[in-house]
């Protein structure tokens, strides 16, 4: 599996059909441990909501709490998000808003099963999709630890103009997209979030957010290594957004993520939808390939022999 980025290719495009999509941010029950927690939402709670009709393109991101201090620079009269911890962000798409609604009709299933590790989950609507300005990394679905370094980057307008700051984090993201030390740049600007409406509509688990998260904007970030991240937020034209930041943005908290995990792309699963994430791992290191072929996946989704044709 191809992972080496390369500098003059652009994936971009293979997003293009993820019309419609909600970014969900996570957070894991406090008396669950995070071991726990992560085995349960990769291996158990991956592969069923893999398989609720409708879905096109399944993502889980795990973040990590233990951060290095330098994740992203500081600027003048922008602060952190109160009290805003995460474990995970989620990406669900959708072909069209029919796929969608057969989604949303099918997955009390997989709702009543979030109470099980999930202290919170809220999810941020994207009706007009999201945007990857570039993405120079070959693998479509990648599943496991990060080998690159990722982050996902969280901005709210504060009391500053919503409007101005959309346009001030878009302008942010093409910048950072015509740079080659990023490898990956995808831009989330979702619909305000509306408390007397919660999403996902999951029982026991809370769904509400304080009035400068109701409104947010999401820069999803891959760089080769923390160094070329080091040594690209001390450039000049990094240096340039500053007071552009400073002028639109009210709030910014990053977040590490540890691993990235895809269980459905082009409403296929991958072999992380239909085996769970860390038993498609081990079928790859192993480089087991009868474990790919169509009669062993055919009997595990439907229960029965592939019978020849006659």
């Not at 996570?26 to 992560?38: G, T």
């Not at 993502?59 to 922008?78: F, G, K, M, N, S």
């Not at 109470?115 to 570039?134: D, E, I, K, P, W």
């Not at 991958?270 to 769970?276: I, K, N, P």
Request: with cysteine; net charge negative.
């Amino acid at each position: 599996m191809a992972i080496d980025p390369d500098a003059d290719a652009n994936y971009a495009a293979r997003d293009a059909a993820i019309a419609v999509n909600t970014y969900t941010t996570v957070l894991r029950r406090p008396q669950v441990p995070h071991e726990v927690f992560a085995t349960y939402w990769r291996d158990v709670h991956g592969p069923l909501c893999s398989r609720v009709p409708g879905l096109a393109w399944y993502v889980q991101y795990h973040l990590d709490r233990e951060q290095d201090a330098h994740l992203w620079p500081p600027q003048d009269e922008i602060e952190p998000f109160p009290d805003y911890v995460l474990d995970g962000g989620v990406e669900i798409g959708f072909a069209n808003a029919a796929d969608q609604a057969l989604f949303n009709a099918s997955s009390s299933i997989l709702f009543s099963d979030e109470q099980n590790m999930f202290a919170a989950t809220v999810a941020y609507a994207l009706s007009a999709g999201s945007r990857t300005l570039v993405d120079r990394i070959p693998d479509p679905n990648p599943n496991g630890d990060d080998v690159f370094d990722r982050m996902h980057v969280h901005f709210g307008p504060g009391r500053k103009d919503p409007e101005a700051f959309a346009a001030c984090v878009t302008r942010l993201a093409e910048m950072l997209a015509s740079d080659p030390a990023l490898l990956r740049v995808r831009l989330h600007l979702p619909e305000p979030y509306d408390n007397a409406n919660p999403a996902p509509p999951a029982p026991a688990v809370m769904h509400t957010v304080p009035p400068e998260r109701e409104r947010i904007a999401i820069l999803d970030l891959t760089f080769a290594t923390p160094l070329s991240r080091r040594g690209f937020f001390q450039s000049a034209r990094f240096a340039d957004t500053a007071a552009d930041q400073t002028r639109h943005i009210g709030h910014a908290t990053a977040f590490a993520v540890s691993g990235m995990y895809t269980y459905v792309r082009n409403k296929r699963l991958t072999l992380a939808g239909l085996r769970g994430s860390r038993a498609a791992q081990l079928i790859v290191r192993l480089g087991a390939v009868n474990q790919t072929a169509d009669d062993v996946q055919h009997l595990l989704f439907n229960g029965q022999l592939l019978l020849p044709e006659t």
